[in-house]
């Protein structure tokens, strides 16, 4: 790859001082510095010398790796099938327009409404239902930090008192919120479901899985209801909701194993997204045993309960199916990526190749007439 | 310093003196309580003040206030930025690691302090009226102490008593000065004739003498006895602190200043701080940093600003309202975050920097002073860091100035040559006896050791065994004067300099001085006369002149100078030989009486001592200071007496002559204060000539045929630069006529010889002598000439009179002093002259040649003789015999701004209008890429020490300058230590260039301390130069690979990390600014908090150590075969203005890599924000270490170590980091996250992919600028592959030619450019021969003489080329007889 030059300095002839006086003067030399390598800073070395010449073989080399891994990659992500809509309701011809007017945090009264949609193809294996937001900067600095780990450990006295972080949604009408927070306070209230349209006209419900979205070490570790002997209600006896849930925390679900702060929604949520523009694993729609695809293709309904309000911030909501892959979801970019810096470096590897040529012959020559 | 108290009022003066310092007695008062004791405390602490003045001290460190400053902003609860106590770790670790550091040096100088101040003294205790042991602590001033052999002086001590018949106390003061020879201290004149022990109870005076000061070389106050009679005290009077009684059993003083009061406390300074150029670059730079940080913040502020603005009230969920629940405006919430960002993007201006620098530099000195190559074996000395913080300086030289005695010649002086009364003497079989030496030298190792057992050499005449040296056998002589077999003698000469080394001059070499047989017969004749005579009872006036002359002169050899005898077996102890001892009779009537005949001719012998004449008491005894006349009275007395002639003639000394006595004479060894005095000492003992006793009265000489002569000393008038020259008055024991012998430079003495009213044969001498001198100097040998005076009675005692007065006044006693000198030192008589030589150092012309390849300008400024300084500067290659030589010699303003002009003029249109191809003129080329207007031609300047004044004048400085710089080399002579500082503070301020100063001298100490770098030789002349320098080299070939080789690396090593520094850290703080597009500038960061402040002190810390150590650019071997790659750090190439700046463009760069990759690759994607951020840190780090990788340019095992291991250390701490606590560090909260990171295929792709772009344009640079412009260091490396060396050196001449920046100076080294190097084609196998070809310059060879009209007596300055066939060493007659046609002007304008 480079041109290699090991020097053996350390052998190197040093002249080897055997004292006319023998041992006194060898005694006297006490000033004498150590003849090792280290010292003499002459350990062995590898110089690689950066010229047109030696430098060649690594760009041909990067671009024969990259250009195949940029393929494999491309193609794995052309193979994965994603299908998005926009729900948020913004053009007046969309179903959802009429909810999304006039909508605020407290309002009671759900307001729904469906969105047709059609799959071209049939999407096979486990799909993820996500659901998107746009310009929803969960990413804000004070955001982010507006939370209590401790409470949502199931710290007790996390509990009855939240962190200072949280402030100043910690307390509600003197009572101690749980959870606390800007960022649960925030917490995405839609509920999306998805029809599929028989062939024959039925309306057949696609079955959500609304386990398994959240990681592991969430559930299991990070989130923790408190006192999980007791009964939610009673362990959440003293708190009060975050003023912007319809529902106290204890009442997310009916199943208890995926109520309270561990319910899997509400851990989904309180991973904060990188950036302004997310998605969210919302349900899986499991694979089938048989050899049906788990979505047909074929025309299916979005029904949504829209609860959650983005025209302040002129956000977009939008439900996203998506099956993956070992490499995640749907993202061509990787791909192109490797293929294009493949291709520069097999490109730049010429440009150098004639450099070499025509420029790196003097130094040749110059050997050569030795 | 706690003296600053009310001064008692001087009796006679009777007004208040605040100069001084009164001491009295504690024996009669309470003790001096106002004045410090003798306790030190060296420490900076105590217990309680080490935090707050620790903290305080390293708060001076502005970068620390900034750091504590950004700490504490995150404790203001608005900013919420990070975890408050996180913020502050760094700092405080930072902190913590100096304040131990402080802590531990503080402790140790405590443990050795206390150690001092309880080391044990005898102190007199009024009460118990004996010595009583206490700790040196316990010591005030006034306390009397008692010192024994061999003990160190507690204090100041002004010697009051001594054990020493002769009153003297030895002392080494190696600890001082480090200057090994013995010096002798006197008691007190008062005290000096007490016959019984001196008694502290009856010791009643008061001494007054200045204030504490530091200057170890002066000391001055007086001595008030109760009689109110005042005695002058002086610097032999003092024993200094720390110095070590020696050869004196016990010796009494009274505590004069203690403590920190002493000279010696005074003197110590600790070390030095410098600040290198490329950190004062350095530092501009960071300068920069704090301007990109504040626009970044600003950015961010505006934009969050306008991102707030844009919402209008309407609150969105994520803008969280403030803790109290208050809306923020978008103006203060903006104004919050020009803070927050503050803190987030500090890494910017890294904490580390300043602690990394300081370590890799002192891993640099480290390594410096582990090179073998820097360790000198017969010195048993290696090169010594005095300085930590300026090694890369030493990569940025551009102009040394050296001394030359001593630096570039060994300063060990070898007697070559003497005239007497205008013969020459010339001392061929020495001179061959010295080339043995040469050759013997440079046949190195091949000499086998045989020891000094074996007859040691030949010898001419079988008259008396001939002076040896130390334990050496006396061996007879043969005759044989030809064969001048030396077997072994360079193994000898180096196990005698070994055994030497700590007794300075007297290396074999030096002290063997074989005789000029044509002398030694006429100091034979010389002996047998006098015998005569003496037999004969006839007076030694009818000894014939040239005879008498000849004594004198070896009388004067021997004796005018201050060369302290010991004997070899005991070294340290003096040499007790007073013929008789009599009565110590110290005072000036002692010294008429001494006058009167009958005194002289009672048969005491003249070799009663006088000693320095000041006033003394008269009377003796214990008591004896009570009652004693005046000074004038005396005087008065002697004038009555003078009329009284003296007339006698060998009535002194008795034959005594005995051959044992001899020997044990010739055993004796000489220590003198410098080299060319014990030159001359042993050479006038190969005449058998010898010193054998010095007492501070009387000098003991051994005459031929005449045996043990003592000379009365009278007076030394000792040497100093501005009279240079020295004198002693003696009373002459064979004539008894007073007589003044000096010895000084030529230049001096000749104008004090007396030529009216002298017979034709003294001028013929006077002639002939300064023809004889002319040759030497050419020779570059250093000459001296020898001038005797006999003064009668009434000249004699006029001066003294004036002498006397002057020795007794306070104030202004220097000059007074001077004027005395001056006024005896007239009417000399010319006796002969010396030519001493002085060697060049092994590889003197070598190191030069080298360093002026490798574009530095040298300059040697000496304060030696103009003729003697040119031959050394030819003999060392400072000037090359075809370059053109411009001497001035200008004696008055206007001539010298004339001679400036012309000789600038001169150079322009010689140089600059030529059409010659060589010189390419400077509007081209030069100003293009260099800031230097004026090229340096092939000229020498040659300037002596009076033109020097005046062209150091404001007016014409810069002419000087313009002139100077053009020249290839200067050379200064007769230059004071004051115009070396001078010349090089000129140099330093106008040019702004880099300076080095070399010297070895008390004398160059100005010098190296205002140069950027001080090298200090450790030679032989004391320590001065090294205490006062950064570096101290045992000799000057190793300046060579001192900056061609660790000065090159430690630059380029530290400019690379510096920009490495900055590059790094503007690429990691660039991550987080790219994300604040994204998260609506509100100052979040997507790297986890403890990450981000770990990252620079920790992850990516040690490679860039490691590198920024150990990293070689070139090889060693190549540094030193291609000088000419200095010129890359004297042109700053490693750090230019630039180099910061695109290094930030590539920071920049990486970082939208390294951020927009991962962005792209995680768009709308379910990634969460620190899941995101920690792929984020990852491909950071890595690019960043690959960076380094390529920037690296060798690779050690300690670099892959050292890169691995950051790379581990960081997966292994983000996985501990991980998977413990998953409720702490809010809000990152990164409980598995790198866990689940390393199972995704994704973050492999991502560290694969990153990097790679990250780092693509920049090692295709490298890959272009190694194949089209090879760098000379590139080039450099690649030549250690290459089997032959000059093919490789053709291309870089070709390089050369190419690269500006390179060839703007080149013209410097010829070899390159003015004779373009040529391969025979076809030949294949011929090594390049680069031939010089006859430049232009040569082949206009008619010499140019501009010649100014001798307006203000200026001597023309001649421009004279020398034509190609000659030799500059073709003849000396040549040279001599041009020189005897221009007469005997005084400087001469040197022909080449």
């Known amino acids: 790859?480079?041109?290699?030059?090991?020097?053996?300095?350390?052998?190197?002839?040093?002249?080897?001082?055997?004292?006319?006086?023998?041992?006194?003067?060898?005694?006297?030399?006490?000033?004498?510095?150590?003849?090792?390598?280290?010292?003499?800073?002459?350990?062995?070395?590898?110089?690689?010398?950066?010229?047109?010449?030696?430098?060649?073989?690594?760009?041909?080399?990067?671009?024969?790796?990259?250009?195949?891994?940029?393929?494999?990659?491309?193609?794995?992500?052309?193979?994965?099938?994603?299908?998005?809509?926009?729900?948020?309701?913004?053009?007046?011809?969309?179903?959802?327009?009429?909810?999304?007017?006039?909508?605020?945090?407290?309002?009671?009264?759900?307001?729904?409404?469906?969105?047709?949609?059609?799959?071209?193809?049939?999407?096979?294996?486990?799909?993820?239902?996500?659901?998107?937001?746009?310009?929803?900067?969960?990413?804000?600095?004070?955001?982010?930090?507006?939370?209590?780990?401790?409470?949502?450990?199931?710290?007790?006295?996390?509990?009855?008192?939240?962190?200072?972080?949280?402030?100043?949604?910690?307390?509600?009408?003197?009572?101690?919120?749980?959870?606390?927070?800007?960022?649960?306070?925030?917490?995405?209230?839609?509920?999306?479901?998805?029809?599929?349209?028989?062939?024959?006209?039925?309306?057949?419900?696609?079955?959500?899985?609304?386990?398994?979205?959240?990681?592991?070490?969430d559930k299991h570790v990070k989130f923790r209801n408190p006192s999980e002997n007791l009964n939610l209600t009673a362990a959440f006896?003293?708190?009060?909701?975050?003023?912007?849930?319809?529902?106290?925390?204890?009442?997310?679900?009916?199943?208890?194993?995926?109520?309270?702060?561990?319910?899997?929604?509400?851990?989904?949520?309180?991973?904060?997204?990188?950036?302004?523009?997310?998605?969210?694993?919302?349900?899986?729609?499991?694979?089938?045993?048989?050899?049906?695809?788990t979505l047909q293709r074929g025309n299916y309904t979005l029904e949504v309960v829209y609860n959650y309000p983005v025209r302040s911030f002129d956000g977009r909501k939008r439900m996203i199916l998506s099956t993956i892959s070992w490499m995640g979801g749907k993202n061509p970019f990787l791909g192109i990526a490797y293929i294009t810096v493949g291709s520069v470096c097999f490109f730049l590897g010429v440009v150098l190749l004639i450099i070499h040529h025509k420029y790196g012959n003097r130094n040749n020559s110059a050997n050569n007439s030795n | 310093m706690a003296a600053e108290v009310p001064r008692k009022k001087k009796k006679r003066k009777g007004r208040e003196n605040k100069k001084t310092r009164t001491v009295l007695p504690n024996t009669l008062s309470e003790p001096n309580q106002r004045y410090a004791n003798n306790q030190i405390k060296t420490t900076k602490y105590t217990l309680l003040s080490f935090l707050p003045k620790n903290l305080f001290e390293q708060f001076h460190r502005f970068a620390n206030v900034y750091f504590v400053f950004i700490a504490l902003l995150n404790f203001v609860p608005a900013l919420n930025a990070f975890q408050p106590e996180l913020a502050l770790a760094p700092v405080l670790f930072i902190l913590s690691v100096t304040a131990i550091k402080d802590l531990w040096e503080d402790f140790r100088r405590h443990?050795?302090?206390?150690?001092?101040?309880?080391?044990?003294?005898?102190?007199?205790?009024?009460?118990?009226?004996?010595?009583?042991?206490?700790?040196?602590?316990?010591?005030?001033?006034?306390?009397?102490?008692?010192?024994?052999?061999?003990?160190?002086?507690?204090?100041?001590?002004?010697?009051?008593?001594?054990?020493?018949?002769?009153?003297?106390?030895?002392?080494?003061?190696?600890?001082?000065?480090?200057?090994?020879?013995?010096?002798?201290?006197?008691?007190?004149?008062?005290?000096?004739?007490?016959?019984?022990?001196?008694?502290?109870?009856?010791?009643?005076?008061?001494?007054?003498?200045?204030?504490?000061?530091?200057?170890?070389?002066?000391?001055?106050?007086?001595?008030?006895?109760?009689?109110?009679?005042?005695?002058?005290?002086?610097?032999?009077?003092?024993?200094?602190?720390?110095?070590?009684?020696?050869?004196?059993?016990?010796?009494?003083?009274?505590?004069?200043?203690?403590?920190?009061?002493?000279?010696a406390m005074l003197n110590n300074n600790g070390p030095r701080y410098k600040r290198s150029k490329l950190e004062r670059q350095m530092n501009l730079d960071v300068f920069w940093c704090v301007v990109i940080l504040l626009v970044m913040c600003v950015f961010a502020a505006v934009g969050h600003g306008l991102w707030m603005f844009q919402y209008r009230g309407q609150r969105p969920v994520f803008e969280v309202l403030s803790p109290d629940g208050s809306d923020l405006s978008p103006i203060t919430s903006s104004l919050y975050l020009f803070l927050t960002m503050i803190i987030v993007f500090q890494v910017l201006i890294p904490i580390s920097l300043y602690v990394s620098l300081e370590i890799v530099k002192v891993c640099q000195v480290f390594f410096i002073h582990q090179d073998m190559d820097l360790y000198d074996e017969d010195l048993d000395s290696r090169l010594q860091c005095r300085a930590l913080n300026i090694t890369e300086d030493l990569g940025q030289m551009q102009f040394i100035f050296s001394d030359k005695t001593g630096t570039l010649t060994e300063n060990k002086m070898v007697f070559r040559r003497c005239t007497v009364a205008g013969v020459e003497y010339s001392h061929d079989a020495n001179a061959r006896r010295l080339a043995m030496y040469q050759e013997i030298d440079s046949e190195e190792e091949e000499c086998t050791s045989r020891g000094g057992t074996l007859p040691r050499r030949d010898s001419i005449g079988s008259h008396h065994s001939a002076p040896m040296h130390h334990s050496a056998p006396v061996v007879l002589r043969s005759h044989s004067t030809k064969s001048h077999r030396r077997t072994g003698s360079r193994a000898e000469a180096k196990r005698a300099?070994?055994?030497?080394?700590?007794?300075?001059?007297?290396?074999?070499?030096?002290?063997?001085?074989?005789?000029?047989?044509?002398?030694?017969?006429?100091?034979?004749?010389?002996?047998?006369?006098?015998?005569?005579?003496?037999?004969?009872?006839?007076?030694?006036?009818?000894?014939?002149?040239?005879?008498?002359?000849?004594?004198?002169?070896?009388?004067?050899?021997?004796?005018?100078?201050?060369?302290?005898?010991?004997?070899?077996?005991?070294?340290?102890?003096?040499?007790?030989?007073?013929?008789?001892?009599?009565?110590?009779?110290?005072?000036?009537e002692d010294f008429i009486k001494r006058f009167t005949p009958s005194r002289l001719t009672s048969g005491s012998n003249s070799s009663s001592s006088s000693s320095l004449a000041t006033n003394r008491s008269s009377a003796r005894g214990c008591s004896s200071i009570l009652s004693s006349p005046s000074a004038e009275s005396t005087l008065t007395k002697l004038?009555?007496?003078?009329?009284?002639?003296?007339?006698?003639?060998?009535?002194?000394?008795?034959?005594?002559?005995?051959?044992?006595?001899?020997?044990?004479?010739?055993?004796?060894?000489?220590?003198?204060?410098?080299?060319?005095?014990?030159?001359?000492?042993?050479?006038?003992?190969?005449?058998?000539?010898?010193?054998?006793?010095?007492?501070?009265?009387?000098?003991?000489?051994?005459?031929?045929?005449?045996?043990?002569?003592?000379?009365?000393?009278?007076?030394?008038?000792?040497?100093?630069?501005?009279?240079?020259?020295?004198?002693?008055?003696?009373?002459?024991?064979?004539?008894?006529?007073?007589?003044?012998?000096?010895?000084?430079?030529?230049?001096?003495?000749?104008?004090?010889?007396?030529?009216?009213?002298t017979g034709k044969r003294r001028k013929k001498i006077l002639f002939r002598t300064q023809n004889f001198l002319n040759l030497y100097a050419a020779d570059g040998l250093r000459t001296l000439c020898i001038a005797k005076k006999t003064l009668n009675k009434e000249e004699y005692t006029y001066?003294?009179?004036?002498?006397?007065?002057?020795?007794?006044?306070?104030?202004?006693?220097?000059?007074?002093?001077?004027?005395?000198?001056?006024?005896?030192?007239?009417?000399?008589?010319?006796?002969?002259?010396?030519?001493?030589?002085?060697?060049?150092?092994?590889?003197?012309?070598?190191?030069?040649?080298?360093?002026?390849?490798?574009?530095?300008?040298?300059?040697?400024?000496?304060?030696?003789?103009?003729?003697?300084?040119?031959?050394?500067?030819?003999?060392?290659?400072?000037l090359e015999p075809e370059e053109e030589i411009l001497t001035l010699n200008a004696n008055s303003q206007e001539s010298c701004a004339l001679l400036l002009e012309e000789s600038l003029h001169y150079i322009q249109t010689k140089f600059l209008s030529s059409s010659s191809p060589f010189f390419q003129p400077p509007s081209s080329s030069s100003s293009s890429c260099h800031s230097l207007p004026f090229m340096v031609h092939r000229l020498g300047l040659v300037i002596d020490g009076r033109t020097l004044a005046y062209a150091l004048d404001r007016s014409l400085e810069d002419t000087f300058l313009a002139v100077a710089r053009s020249c290839r080399s200067v050379l200064c002579c007769r230059s004071t230590p004051l115009q070396k500082s001078m010349v090089v503070k000129l140099v330093r301020n106008k040019l702004k260039v880099m300076t080095l100063a070399i010297g070895d001298g008390a004398n160059d100490v100005s010098m190296i301390q205002v140069a950027d770098v001080g090298v200090g030789i450790s030679g032989q002349e004391g320590m001065q130069a090294v205490m006062a320098s950064d570096f101290a080299l045992p000799r000057f070939r190793y300046l060579q690979k001192l900056l061609l080789v660790h000065g090159h690396w430690c630059y380029s090593r530290l400019a690379n990390m510096i920009l490495y520094f900055f590059y790094k850290n503007a690429m990691f703080v660039a991550l987080i600014f790219w994300y604040q597009f994204y998260c609506g500038f509100s100052g979040s960061a997507m790297i986890d908090q403890w990450y981000l402040i770990f990252f620079n002190l920790m992850f990516s810390a040690f490679p860039q150590l490691v590198t920024g150590t150990l990293d070689k650019d070139v090889s060693s071997e190549t540094l030193q075969r291609l000088p000419q790659l200095y010129r890359s750090g004297q042109n700053s190439e490693g750090y230019k203005p630039y180099m910061f700046w695109m290094n930030m463009l590539d920071a920049f760069y990486q970082s939208l890599v390294c951020f927009f990759i991962p962005y792209f690759a995680y768009a709308d994607s379910d990634v969460d924000l620190f899941t995101w951020g920690t792929p984020i840190t990852t491909l950071a780090l890595l690019t960043i270490l690959l960076h380094l990788g390529v920037e690296t340019k060798t690779?050690?095992?300690?670099?892959?170590?050292?890169?691995?291991?950051?790379?581990?250390?960081?997966?292994?701490?983000?996985?501990?980091?991980?998977?413990?606590?998953?409720?702490?560090?809010?809000?990152?909260?990164?409980?598995?996250?790198?866990?689940?990171?390393?199972?995704?295929?994704?973050?492999?792709?991502?560290?694969?992919?990153?990097?790679?772009?990250?780092?693509?344009?920049?090692?295709?640079?490298?890959?272009?600028?190694?194949?089209?412009?090879?760098?000379?260091?590139?080039?450099?490396?690649?030549?250690?592959?290459?089997?032959?060396?000059?093919?490789?050196?053709?291309?870089?001449?070709?390089?050369?030619?190419?690269?500006?920046?390179?060839?703007?100076?080149?013209?410097?080294?010829?070899?390159?450019?003015?004779?373009?190097?040529?391969?025979?084609?076809?030949?294949?196998?011929?090594?390049l021969v680069v031939t010089p070809a006859s430049t232009p310059l040569q082949v206009q060879t008619a010499g140019v003489q501009v010649t100014l009209p001798p307006a203000g007596g200026s001597q023309p300055v001649k421009y004279s080329r020398k034509s190609e066939e000659a030799e500059p060493w073709q003849s000396d007659h040549a040279a001599a007889n041009e020189k005897q046609q221009l007469g005997a002007q005084a400087s001469l304008p040197i022909t080449v």
């Open chain 2, 497 to 588: 300099s070994i055994l030497s080394k700590h007794t300075a001059f007297s290396s074999p070499m030096e002290k063997d001085v074989t005789p000029d047989p044509q002398l030694l017969e006429k100091v034979n004749d010389c002996g047998a006369q006098l015998d005569f005579l003496r037999l004969h009872g006839r007076p030694w006036s009818q000894l014939p002149s040239d005879l008498a002359d000849i004594m004198d002169f070896f009388i004067a050899l021997t004796i005018c100078n201050t060369v302290v005898v010991s004997s070899p077996d005991q070294p340290r102890h003096k040499v007790r030989l007073r013929l008789e001892l009599k009565s110590p009779v110290k005072t000036i």
């Open chain 2, 111 to 263: 443990r050795s302090d206390t150690e001092i101040n309880h080391l044990d003294c005898l102190v007199y205790c009024r009460e118990h009226r004996r010595y009583v042991e206490r700790f040196w602590k316990e010591v005030l001033v006034g306390d009397f102490i008692r010192l024994r052999c061999n003990e160190v002086v507690p204090a100041d001590v002004l010697l009051l008593s001594s054990s020493d018949p002769d009153r003297l106390c030895h002392i080494e003061t190696a600890t001082l000065d480090g200057e090994t020879n013995l010096k002798q201290r006197q008691v007190v004149r008062s005290f000096y004739d007490l016959d019984c022990d001196f008694d502290p109870l009856k010791y009643n005076s008061v001494i007054e003498c200045e204030k504490p000061n530091n200057d170890l070389n002066r000391f001055r106050g007086y001595i008030i006895h109760s009689n109110s009679r005042r005695d002058a005290l002086y610097k032999v009077n003092l024993l200094l602190r720390g110095c070590t009684v020696r050869n004196t059993e016990e010796a009494v003083g009274i505590v004069i200043y203690a403590g920190h009061e002493t000279k």
């Open chain 2, 1195 to 1327: 690779w050690t095992w300690m670099n892959w170590f050292s890169i691995i291991f950051s790379i581990f250390l960081f997966f292994s701490v983000a996985l501990c980091y991980s998977a413990t606590c998953p409720t702490c560090s809010s809000p990152s909260n990164p409980y598995w996250t790198m866990h689940r990171l390393l199972s995704e295929p994704l973050f492999y792709l991502l560290c694969l992919i990153t990097p790679v772009v990250a780092l693509l344009p920049r090692y295709f640079y490298r890959a272009c600028q190694g194949a089209l412009f090879a760098s000379p260091a590139g080039l450099g490396a690649e030549l250690k592959t290459g089997p032959v060396f000059e093919p490789h050196f053709l291309s870089l001449s070709e390089l050369v030619k190419k690269d500006c920046k390179m060839s703007s100076d080149f013209s410097k080294a010829p070899a390159n450019q003015d004779t373009a190097p040529q391969v025979k084609e076809g030949t294949g196998r011929t090594p």
């Open chain 1, 1 to 217: 790859m480079m041109a290699s030059v090991y020097n053996a300095k350390d052998e190197d002839g040093h002249i080897s001082v055997s004292g006319p006086s023998g041992g006194s003067a060898a005694a006297m030399r006490g000033k004498r510095p150590e003849n090792t390598a280290f010292k003499q800073q002459r350990l062995p070395a590898w110089q690689p010398i950066l010229t047109a010449g030696t430098v060649l073989p690594a760009f041909f080399i990067i671009g024969l790796i990259f250009i195949p891994i940029g393929i494999g990659l491309y193609v794995t992500s052309n193979n994965i099938k994603e299908f998005e809509i926009d729900y948020t309701g913004v053009d007046m011809s969309s179903p959802c327009f009429n909810c999304s007017q006039n909508l605020s945090w407290n309002s009671s009264r759900p307001c729904t409404c469906s969105i047709p949609f059609h799959l071209d193809q049939p999407y096979e294996n486990n799909v993820f239902m996500y659901y998107g937001l746009s310009n929803f900067y969960q990413n804000h600095r004070r955001y982010v930090k507006s939370r209590d780990d401790s409470q949502l450990n199931g710290d007790l006295d996390a509990l009855t008192k939240p962190s200072k972080e949280c402030e100043p949604y910690a307390y509600h009408e003197n009572k101690p919120i749980a959870p606390c927070g800007a960022i649960a306070n925030s917490m995405f209230n839609d509920t999306l479901e998805i029809f599929y349209h028989d062939p024959n006209g039925t309306r057949v419900p696609v079955p959500l899985t609304s386990t398994g979205i959240a990681w592991w070490a």
């Open chain 1, 237 to 293: 006896q003293g708190t009060t909701k975050p003023v912007n849930w319809r529902r106290p925390v204890y009442e997310m679900d009916s199943d208890p194993h995926n109520n309270g702060f561990i319910n899997e929604d509400f851990i989904v949520w309180m991973r904060t997204a990188a950036l302004p523009t997310f998605r969210k694993l919302y349900r899986i729609i499991s694979k089938k045993d048989n050899m049906v695809p």
């Open chain 2, 799 to 878: 001066w003294l009179q004036r002498h006397l007065e002057a020795e007794t006044s306070i104030q202004g006693r220097e000059e007074l002093l001077f004027e005395s000198a001056l006024r005896l030192e007239t009417n000399l008589q010319l006796l002969g002259a010396t030519g001493i030589e002085d060697r060049l150092q092994d590889g003197v012309p070598e190191t030069i040649a080298c360093l002026r390849q490798a574009g530095l300008q040298i300059w040697v400024l000496t304060g030696d003789k103009q003729e003697t300084a040119v031959n050394i500067a030819y003999a060392c290659k400072l």
């Open chain 2, 639 to 757: 004038e009555e007496e003078q009329q009284q002639s003296l007339n006698h003639a060998f009535s002194s000394t008795p034959p005594s002559y005995d051959r044992k006595l001899w020997q044990e004479g010739a055993k004796l060894r000489y220590e003198a204060e410098s080299p060319d005095e014990a030159a001359l000492v042993y050479a006038a003992r190969a005449y058998k000539c010898s010193l054998v006793g010095r007492l501070p009265d009387q000098v003991t000489v051994e005459l031929p045929q005449l045996g043990k002569l003592s000379f009365e000393l009278l007076h030394t008038l000792g040497f100093d630069s501005t009279r240079k020259r020295m004198s002693v008055v003696v009373r002459h024991p064979l004539t008894d006529e007073i007589t003044v012998y000096t010895k000084g430079a030529d230049s001096v003495i000749m104008d004090l010889i007396r030529t009216e009213d």
